[in-house]
């Protein structure tokens, strides 16, 4: 299979809690180090994801996924607000109509390593990218953590229109929002951060 044998068809939208228990499995055999539940079911409000997964027509078997969810602070907020809980100013700001529901993380993206160099990483950003423009999301950022290959990432991101920031960079306000704590204050820090805005 080359370049030209990924058919953007092939994605579609994890949508069931079997095939999201499969792209689980997929980051796990993957990635790695991926905390149990890190794909959310499909009934969690408060971390509302797309969750693209990638099967050749031919085989069906699940070769690569991407999964994008609303930040980590943004959910929490969430949550609290809903039980009533006070909000400090910084937690506020992320339900703003123009923040919480206008930015996205992309937490996770993975090929099936006997699928890899064939476009399917690119294809699956694409369509989650569209995906989000489409549901009017404007910024859509991530980062990449100690343990992978940041440099091959560090160039896959730039190479998609990403402004890849430097290591220990922390993510700028976006939106008018903090949408991730500081380097400083993070148990573990991601290696780097990067970001894009959607627009058109």
């Not at 006997?114 to 476009?119: A, L, S």
Request: aromatic share 8%.
């Amino acid at each position: 299979m080359t370049h030209s044998d990924v058919h953007p068809s092939a994605i579609t939208e994890a949508a069931t809690a079997n095939e999201r228990q499969q792209v689980q499995r997929l980051f796990e055999e993957t990635i790695g180090d991926i905390a149990p539940g890190a794909v959310p079911a499909p009934t969690n409000s408060y971390f509302p994801a797309l969750v693209a997964q990638y099967r050749p027509q031919d085989t069906g078997v699940l070769a690569g996924a991407a999964l994008a969810v609303r930040s980590q602070l943004a959910g929490r907020a969430a949550e609290l607000a809903a039980a009533g809980a006070p909000l400090p100013p910084p937690l506020r700001r992320l339900l703003a109509p123009g923040v919480l529901d206008r930015h996205r993380e992309l937490d996770l993206i993975g090929v099936r390593r006997d699928f890899r160099d064939r476009g399917i990483g690119s294809q699956l950003l694409a369509y989650v990218e569209g995906r989000l423009r489409a549901d009017g999301v404007r910024v859509l950022f991530g980062n990449v953590t100690d343990g992978l290959d940041a440099e091959a990432l560090r160039r896959f991101y730039g190479r998609h229109g990403y402004r890849v920031l430097d290591d220990g960079q922390d993510l700028p306000p976006l939106l008018g929002a903090e949408l991730m704590p500081s380097m400083a204050t993070l148990p573990v820090p991601p290696r780097f951060f990067f970001f894009k805005m959607l627009t058109g």
